[in-house]
């Protein structure tokens, strides 16, 4: 018999384990670095990043969300959120960051982005900066539970 304590699973809403390039801002804009993803849901992502970010921030997020997501083709997202935990360093500098997603929108693919998105080490063009004019296609979270 196992006497450890009972685990009830907390999430509502299916997570996949991807480890995607992100890229992200903070502190009203003012602030950019980038990540990559362990995991990420409709409701909330889990990722690595070197920024020292806190518990509360406000965050942007975009990133390519892969076909096996999506069930059609890649798409760009940006996710509006907040940091709701960090996790210190295990190894290395990375921190892991957990954000719950309180808005996202699917982005125009330009070519700039799309080539960006391809290359590992260019992670900071998934974002588009204060030139970007394209109109996006907003989506509420609840709506994609």
């Not at 907390?10 to 950019?32: K, T």
């Not at 921030?57 to 999506?70: F, G, H, K, W, Y």
């Not at 974002?127 to 994609?144: F, G, I, R, T, Y």
């Amino acid at each position: 018999m196992n006497s450890g304590p009972v685990r009830v699973e907390r999430r509502a809403a299916q997570r996949f384990e991807f480890q995607l390039p992100l890229s992200l801002r903070w502190s009203n804009g003012e602030r950019e670095g980038c990540g990559f993803t362990q995991d990420l849901s409709a409701r909330g992502v889990f990722f690595y990043t070197d920024c020292p970010l806190q518990a509360g921030d406000p965050v942007e997020i975009v990133l390519v969300m892969p076909s096996e997501i999506t069930l059609t083709e890649n798409a760009r997202v940006r996710c509006h959120g907040r940091v709701v935990r960090v996790a210190d360093p295990a190894v290395g500098s990375k921190s892991g960051v957990g954000v719950q997603i309180e808005s996202y929108e699917y982005l125009p693919e330009s070519n700039a982005v799309a080539q960006a998105a391809r290359e590992s080490g260019r992670v900071s063009g998934l974002h588009e900066h204060s030139s970007d004019n394209e109109p996006a296609v907003s989506l509420n979270s609840s709506l994609a539970s």
